[in-house]
């Protein structure tokens, strides 16, 4: 996120040219960081689970994960986005800095999975501009939305995943100024409503190697709920030991990228030059983008929502196409309970799909985060369900 002290105040018609200046590059190339992980490893695989709060052996055990359908531990779906070395492209200098003074949140996701990351894989990665939209918004004035593709293929050129990430941009004054999240209280658990949370922690079941075959699934079927939280500023940590984080940098690292990009910092309350991220655990910080506390990286809930559907499809099954959308702010101290049900079932190029809707709902009762994924299963006919076909644009 941008630095709220270097937010100007800007009128709609400013803000319309430069969405339209942008427009004009959309199918442009976007600039890339480095990945947090240039090669795929078991190490990798653990700290990332791990740090969603999963220790699911199809990631985490080589001995386990020798006994799949795989051959080997495979990598938690969305770990894909801590890989891709940067293609070599190049990035209008007009596009640099066009949204520059607001606010960028993470808002929602595409994804789809033509194979699995395994042990040793090295992925390269490509992105361009996919879409550009201003709305209206009631957090915080004049909105645009941008969306940007992402294509990672890996050393044997074989396409594994492409992803659609949303962003919106704010104009946090105006966030500041309305307050639309400052009636929020963060609540303080008894004893008993801990036990209860831990009772759901408890009872999250796992299916493994037990296939889930295709034809015993009824349309309206419940996914049994599994809960994360309540979070905590260590689970902030724990997530970014797996995920990683460009602009989290230590010392001698942190000043050099702070003199690279100025914008991604602002002092702190004892006068040192911090990330603007730290709204993500620093409550004082997040109260300056209008927000009361700190919150989540959205990051967080869409390996939640990966953890439900993997726990209820099984090894054998295969995790194809997910969407979401970050709706509400999941804020230090909430709870998520991720639930689901079976919405649908059909036969797709012979492969046996089950569409599913997901979801992350907070203690208040709030949906934070709604999903949709697709699912390819085994068949009791057919057996092993094979890999689905790459989607066939995918610039």
Same mark, same amino acid.
């Given at each position: 996120?941008?630095?709220?002290? @270097?937010?100007?105040? #800007?009128?709609?018609?400013?803000?319309?040219?430069?969405?339209?200046?942008?427009?004009? #590059?959309?199918?442009?190339?976007?600039?890339?960081?480095?990945?947090?992980?240039?090669?795929?490893?078991?190490?990798?695989?653990?700290?990332?689970?791990?740090?969603?709060?999963?220790?699911? $052996?199809?990631?985490?055990?080589?001995?386990?994960?020798?006994?799949?359908?795989?051959?080997?531990?495979?990598?938690?779906?969305?770990?894909?986005?801590?890989?891709?070395? !940067?293609?070599?492209? #190049?990035?209008?200098?007009?596009?640099?800095?066009?949204?520059?003074?607001?606010?960028?949140?993470?808002?929602?996701?595409?994804?789809?999975?033509?194979?699995?990351?395994?042990?040793?894989?090295?992925?390269?990665?490509?992105?361009?501009?996919?879409?550009?939209?201003?709305? &209206?918004? @009631?957090?915080?004035?004049?909105?645009?939305?941008?969306?940007?593709?992402?294509?990672?293929?890996?050393?044997?050129?074989?396409?594994?995943?492409?992803?659609?990430?949303?962003?919106?941009?704010?104009?946090?004054?105006?966030?500041?100024?309305?307050?639309?999240?400052?009636?929020? +209280?963060?609540?303080?658990?008894?004893?008993?409503?801990?036990?209860?949370?831990?009772?759901?922690?408890?009872?999250?079941?796992?299916?493994?190697?037990?296939?889930?075959?295709?034809?015993?699934?009824?349309? %309206?079927? @419940?996914?049994?709920?599994?809960?994360?939280? !309540?979070?905590?500023?260590?689970?902030?940590?724990? =997530?970014?030991?797996? =995920?990683?984080? #460009?602009? +989290?940098?230590?010392?001698?690292?942190?000043?050099?990228?702070?003199?690279?990009?100025?914008?991604?910092?602002?002092?702190?309350?004892?006068?040192?030059?911090?990330?603007?991220?730290?709204?993500?655990?620093?409550?004082?910080?997040?109260?300056?983008?209008?927000?009361?506390?700190? =919150?989540? =990286? %959205?990051?967080?809930?869409?390996?939640?929502?990966?953890?439900?559907?993997?726990?209820?499809?099984?090894?054998?099954?295969?995790?194809?196409?997910?969407?979401? @959308?970050?709706?509400?702010?999941?804020?230090? %101290?909430?709870?998520?309970?991720?639930?689901?049900?079976?919405?649908?079932?059909?036969?797709?190029?012979?492969?046996?799909?089950?569409?599913?809707?997901?979801?992350?709902?907070?203690?208040?009762?709030?949906?934070?985060? $709604?999903?949709?994924?697709?699912?390819?299963? &085994?068949?009791?006919?057919?057996?092993?369900? &094979?890999?689905?076909?790459?989607?066939?644009? +995918?610039?």
């Amino acid at each position: 996120m941008t630095s709220p002290q @270097q937010n100007r105040p #800007h009128n709609p018609a400013k803000v319309s040219e430069r969405v339209e200046a942008l427009r004009q #590059h959309i199918g442009a190339r976007v600039p890339l960081h480095a990945p947090w992980n240039e090669y795929a490893s078991v190490d990798a695989f653990r700290h990332f689970a791990h740090g969603i709060g999963d220790d699911n $052996p199809l990631h985490c055990d080589p001995a386990y994960g020798a006994t799949t359908r795989w051959g080997s531990v495979i990598a938690p779906p969305t770990f894909v986005a801590t890989m891709g070395v !940067p293609e070599p492209a #190049h990035v209008p200098r007009e596009m640099k800095g066009t949204l520059a003074g607001l606010m960028g949140a993470y808002t929602g996701d595409e994804w789809e999975w033509s194979r699995p990351v395994c042990p040793g894989d090295r992925l390269t990665s490509s992105a361009t501009l996919h879409s550009v939209e201003e709305k &209206p918004s @009631q957090f915080a004035g004049t909105s645009v939305i941008v969306k940007r593709r992402y294509v990672y293929v890996n050393q044997r050129g074989e396409l594994v995943a492409t992803w659609t990430m949303q962003s919106t941009h704010l104009e946090t004054r105006a966030a500041r100024e309305r307050k639309k999240y400052a009636p929020i +209280v963060r609540p303080v658990y008894t004893p008993e409503q801990l036990k209860e949370i831990e009772a759901v922690y408890d009872t999250e079941k796992r299916r493994g190697g037990e296939p889930r075959y295709w034809e015993d699934v009824q349309v %309206g079927e @419940q996914l049994t709920p599994i809960v994360r939280g !309540p979070l905590l500023v260590t689970d902030m940590i724990a =997530f970014l030991a797996g =995920f990683g984080g #460009h602009n +989290v940098q230590a010392h001698r690292l942190r000043l050099a990228h702070q003199r690279r990009n100025p914008r991604r910092f602002a002092p702190n309350e004892f006068g040192v030059p911090d990330i603007t991220d730290r709204n993500h655990w620093d409550d004082a910080w997040a109260q300056r983008t209008g927000n009361p506390y700190a =919150f989540d =990286f %959205g990051w967080q809930r869409i390996g939640w929502i990966c953890t439900q559907v993997q726990n209820w499809m099984g090894d054998d099954a295969w995790l194809w196409k997910l969407t979401d @959308q970050y709706r509400l702010f999941n804020y230090i %101290g909430d709870t998520t309970w991720v639930e689901g049900m079976v919405v649908g079932k059909s036969e797709v190029e012979g492969r046996r799909v089950v569409e599913l809707d997901v979801w992350c709902k907070n203690q208040r009762g709030a949906i934070t985060a $709604p999903a949709h994924a697709t699912v390819i299963l &085994p068949s009791r006919e057919a057996g092993l369900p &094979p890999l689905p076909k790459p989607p066939r644009n +995918v610039s």
